[in-house]
C-alpha cells in the first residue's frame, strides 16, 4: 500500500494524527546484480541454495541508497539477534569472513 493510500484510508475514518518520522521503502529487484553476486557468494560458501529473503523490518540498509541487509543470521541457527546475552561463535565469525571478503571483490 503506498503512503497516500495509508493517509486517505486514516483521515477518512476521522482519525486526527501527526506523522513524526517516516522512511521511504527499501526495494533491490531479486534479479539485479547486487542481489545475485551477494546470493551467489552466499550459496557458494555455505553449500546452500538460498533464495533472497524480504524481511520487512528498518535496517541499516535503508541509509545507502543502493544497499541491502546481509547475514549474519541464517535459517535454523538460534536467533539471538538483539536479545539478552546475544552472542556469535569464532566459527561463525569465519564464515562471515569468507562470505563478506569474496562477496567485497566480486562487487568490485
Same mark, same amino acid.
Given at each position: 500500500?503506498?503512503? &497516500?493510500? *495509508? +493517509?486517505?484510508?486514516?483521515?477518512?475514518?476521522?482519525?486526527?494524527? $501527526?506523522? %513524526?518520522?517516516?522512511? !521511504?521503502? %527499501?526495494?533491490?529487484?531479486?534479479?539485479?546484480? +547486487?542481489?545475485?553476486? +551477494? %546470493?551467489? *557468494?552466499?550459496?557458494?560458501?555455505?553449500?546452500?541454495? &538460498?533464495?533472497?529473503? !524480504?524481511?520487512? #523490518?528498518?535496517?541499516?540498509?535503508?541509509? =545507502?541508497?543502493? #544497499?541491502?541487509?546481509?547475514?549474519?543470521?541464517?535459517?535454523?541457527?538460534?536467533?539471538? *539477534?538483539?536479545?539478552?546475552?546475544?552472542?556469535?561463535?569464532?566459527? $561463525?565469525?569465519?564464515?562471515? +569472513?569468507?562470505?563478506?571478503? =569474496?562477496?567485497?571483490?566480486? %562487487?568490485?
Amino acid at each position: 500500500m503506498k503512503r &497516500a493510500q *495509508v +493517509l486517505t484510508a486514516i483521515s477518512a475514518k476521522g482519525v486526527s494524527y $501527526k506523522i %513524526l518520522h517516516e522512511q !521511504a521503502p %527499501l526495494f533491490n529487484d531479486k534479479q539485479s546484480g +547486487l542481489i545475485t553476486t +551477494l %546470493l551467489n *557468494v552466499y550459496n557458494e560458501v555455505t553449500g546452500k541454495n &538460498a533464495k533472497p529473503v !524480504a524481511i520487512g #523490518g528498518g535496517t541499516y540498509a535503508r541509509a =545507502l541508497k543502493c #544497499g541491502v541487509a546481509f547475514g549474519p543470521e541464517e535459517e535454523g541457527e538460534e536467533n539471538t *539477534v538483539h536479545q539478552a546475552n546475544e552472542y556469535i561463535t569464532f566459527e $561463525k565469525i569465519e564464515k562471515c +569472513l569468507k562470505i563478506y571478503r =569474496l562477496a567485497i571483490e566480486r %562487487l568490485c
